[in-house]
DNA sequence: TAATCTTGTCATATTACGTCA
DNA sequence: GGTGACGTAATATGACAAGAT
């Protein structure tokens, strides 16, 4: 099974012999708009799967002893993924040197995409291979993303906490201001007719609701100076 | 010149490996 | 030693732009 699957083109371009190969194939400059998909095929199965390995068995051991004799060891996925993925899947994980991070970050500190001769260069300079390098790039720029939207998401939650918590207080404080309104109301209505004259009456009531006003203004003005303050 | 095809690159989602608690 | 969480390299997929036909 393993050796029908490794010498087969049909199995690895189902997967994705045809899109790394293509991408080989630019790697390489050879970009010549002769848009033969079968090249594709037969350069990926020679790549990645040397006729040495004749079973699953080696394929591991060769991967093993790939990982074993290299600082940066290849991946060389043979996918025999789509027919028996529950036990042949295997995909050895490259890991980075503390090096190749490193310069990899200066990198991206400086640019975020990566042009043609930047890639082969920072892939030469690394030891990688150029796709390897425009993976990093691609995945560093997710997670770029994914904390900015962690960021931009906390900043939210604290703006919609603080704008609930005003929200909360400001509502307190109409019904604190509507319960004097009503008792100043309530206070005049109460006195005696003959206590006091129709017009101071009304003045006292005017006076009052006009000092319901101005407490309101001036508490709002000061809000929008604390506000706007932390804004 | 418009339509179509191919290619390269990107963002995004997902998978799977390696490490650590 | 087994296990789950986590970080991240690798893969899959679809969209888009640019160039060729």
Redesign the pocket.
């Known amino acids: 099974m393993a050796d029908e699957h490794c010498n087969t083109g049909l199995g690895l371009r189902l997967?994705?012999g045809e899109?790394?190969a293509?991408?080989e194939?630019?790697?390489k400059g050879?970009?010549n708009?002769?848009?033969?998909?079968m090249d594709c095929n037969l350069d990926f199965s020679f790549s990645l799967c040397p006729k040495e390995i004749k079973s699953l068995d080696d394929h591991v051991k060769h991967k093993q002893t790939m990982?074993d004799d290299q600082d940066y060891p290849v991946?060389i996925?043979c996918?025999y993924?789509n027919n028996n993925?529950n036990t042949t899947?295997?995909?050895?994980?490259?890991?980075?040197t503390k090096q190749q991070?490193t310069l990899l970050e200066d990198s991206f500190k400086l640019h975020?995409?990566?042009?043609?001769s930047q890639?082969q260069s920072l892939a030469e300079q690394l030891n990688l291979k150029p796709?390897?390098v425009?993976?990093?790039?691609?995945?560093?720029?997710?997670?770029t993303?994914l904390k900015q939207t962690e960021v931009d998401c906390e900043f939210l939650k604290k703006c919609c906490e603080s704008l609930s918590d005003e929200n909360k207080r400001l509502k307190k404080e109409v019904q604190e201001l509507q319960s004097l309104k009503e008792g100043g109301s309530q206070f005049i209505q109460q006195l005696p007719k003959a206590a006091m004259c129709p017009t101071c009456c009304d003045k006292i009531m005017k006076k009052n609701e006009a000092a319901v006003i101005d407490h309101v203004v001036l508490k709002n003005n000061k809000w929008h100076s604390s506000y706007s303050g932390t804004n």
Request: aromatic letters at 8%.
């Open positions: 997967g994705f899109y790394v293509c991408r194939r630019s790697e050879n970009n708009n002769n848009n033969k998909p990982v991946n996925n996918d993924s993925k899947t295997e995909r050895k994980k490259l890991r980075l991070s975020t995409t990566l042009n043609q890639k796709r390897q425009e993976v990093w790039f691609q995945n560093r720029r997710a997670r993303k």
